[in-house]
């Protein structure tokens, strides 16, 4: 069972900020989110991650709703190198060590 | 930064060999993980290892198998390598707790 939904596509122009939606209306209490981007041809890059308060690190910010149903990542000032499929995930931090993608959302930076 | 490193970019090998995927990571991580990526079917998992000869499987472990004989070597071995295991193999490697994944830059897998 998917455990995320996200839109399969998005667009944004460069230097305007781009908000990532991703539901994940059956989260359990101790699950955290997780946010990972794949450039073409390259590994997967972990972005950020959060259990319940909004998160921010040079890379992006993740805001979680207070229910914790759903999250928006938030790239401030999108650039062409940004152009990437972007993962949430959400898993249990202690125990569970295998982290499972889903389709993710590919989103395209348009100058 | 943690780097891991996977031997090869690209490798073509024929039906039937036995192929070895290599991964190696730099920072003492005490998990390591298996994935290969398609078109459409994103990125599965095949194997994952918490410790030295330690392995678990994944969702796709038919026709895989897999060593860890040191902490910062993790094998992927196809027994017998079939056209249907062409694709992208990713290797990945974690401390664990709520950390995140590092990858490697994959395998490009064709099997001819």
């Known amino acids: 069972d998917a455990k995320t939904t996200q839109p399969p596509s998005m667009d944004c122009a460069e230097g305007r900020a781009a908000n990532l939606p991703c539901n994940h209306s059956t989260i359990s209490g101790n699950e955290y989110v997780y946010w990972y981007r794949q450039i073409h041809s390259q590994g997967p890059q972990y972005i950020i991650h959060?259990?319940?308060n909004n998160e921010t690190n040079e890379m992006a910010s993740l805001i979680i709703t207070e229910d914790r149903k759903s999250s928006t990542l938030i790239l401030p000032h999108a650039t062409l190198r940004d152009t990437a499929v972007y993962y949430c995930i959400v898993r249990v931090s202690q125990g569970d060590n295998d982290m499972r993608f889903g389709a993710g959302t590919r989103l395209t930076v348009k100058p | 930064d943690v780097k891991v490193t996977q031997s090869s970019r690209y490798l073509v090998k024929r039906t039937g060999e036995k192929v070895f995927l290599e991964c190696v990571q730099d920072?003492?991580?005490?998990?390591m993980f298996w994935y290969r990526q398609d078109p459409g079917l994103g990125l599965r998992l095949i194997y994952f290892?918490?410790?030295?000869?330690?392995?678990e499987k994944g969702d796709i472990p038919e026709g895989y198998s897999v060593s860890r004989e040191k902490k910062e070597r993790f094998s992927l071995i196809l027994e017998s390598a079939s056209t249907n295991q062409t694709s992208m193999y990713l290797c990945?490697?974690?401390?664990?707790?709520?950390?995140?994944?590092?990858f490697g830059s994959g395998t490009r897998l064709t099997v001819v």
């Open positions: 290892s918490y410790d030295v000869k330690m392995k």
């Open positions: 959060g259990l319940k």
């Open positions: 990945a490697s974690s401390t664990g707790g709520t950390y995140g994944y590092t």
């Open positions: 920072m003492d991580h005490e998990n």
